[in-house]
């Protein structure tokens, strides 16, 4: 089996790697069960390991940082109830401008969005993106969410953004598919309808979306470091 890193399938990279798929596959297959601390550590470990795997190749501390952060949001998401929705969503927000960060400070500047063409014609439709979220949720929210809300979009669309300064792909590639994971998951928690039959699919592919995203990016920093 070719394995991404150096070594084989024992090797400590690639072995967390593996830890961290099978967690993400687990979880995917408890989605419809009710909350429980075996189906919140499933969630927790699959993007935690990719921290620690970022931390063993001596990637950007940035991207651990990032990492760690999502793992701290998906076990507030993992549970029920509005304290544990806000730490969630807290978390999100506080790693997106770490990743904001660490995409700024490995790209070219914002310059590039007018430099070449498709970033330039993929920024701004992230942006109606944005505010189509924004005005679809403004409604169907609780006042007390609607701040905490418009602030969390903002933080996404400026990850975005960022990600397409980048020259990578998997960068690019994995905060697009972060924001759509973040697009569907905000339709299944407050536009779908309770006893929508679409629910399970939905969630099913915001999970897949999310960690496709969070190991697309990994993946990108860890096996091209010679280019950041």
Known sequence: MTMPFAGGID???NATLIFSLAAAVIYAFTLGMPPTLARSAAKTLAVAMLAVLAALQGGPLL???ALALSAVGDAFLS?????????GLASFLIAHIVYVALFLRSGSGLGVLGAESWR????????VFA????????????????????VYIAGI???????????DVWVIGGALLFMASDGLLATDKFLVAAISPHRAWMRFAVWV???????????????NQGSY
């Open 11 to 13: 090797a400590n990279a």
């Open 79 to 87: 549970r029920d109830g509005e304290k544990a929705f806000l730490g």
């Open 131 to 150: 505010l189509v979220m924004l005005v679809a949720l403004w409604r169907r929210v609780g006042p007390g969410l609607r701040v905490p809300i418009t």
């Open 120 to 127: 330039g014609a993929i920024a701004p439709a992230l942006v």
């Open 63 to 65: 991207l651990v940082a």
């Open 209 to 223: 979306l999310y960690y496709a995203a969070q190991l697309a990016i990994t993946l990108g920093f860890l096996l």
């Open 157 to 167: 669309l400026a990850m975005g953004v960022s990600a397409l300064t980048t020259s």
